[in-house]
């Protein structure tokens, strides 16, 4: 099954983000496709390892790093 997850980013100590690695490792181990949708610039860090068979789609939008006001979502 092919499997798309979104996060505003992957640079980040956060829960979701390590709950998401954690879920897409999973999957990917259970030889499901996954890939991850970011707002993080092309070439982002990631802070938590995923496997290299996930595929990382950077969109370079906006300000991944700050927080997220209402007008912006």
Do not use: W
């Not at 992957?10 to 991850?36: N, P």
């Amino acid at each position: 099954m092919d499997i798309v997850f979104a996060i505003k980013s992957l640079d980040f100590v956060g829960g979701a983000e390590r709950v998401l690695s954690e879920v897409a490792s999973g999957l990917v181990e259970q030889g499901h496709h996954v890939s991850i949708l970011t707002y993080d610039p092309p070439n982002g860090n990631l802070f938590y390892p995923l496997p290299p068979s996930i595929n990382i789609i950077n969109l370079d939008i906006g300000a991944s790093k700050q927080r997220t006001t209402i007008m912006e979502t």
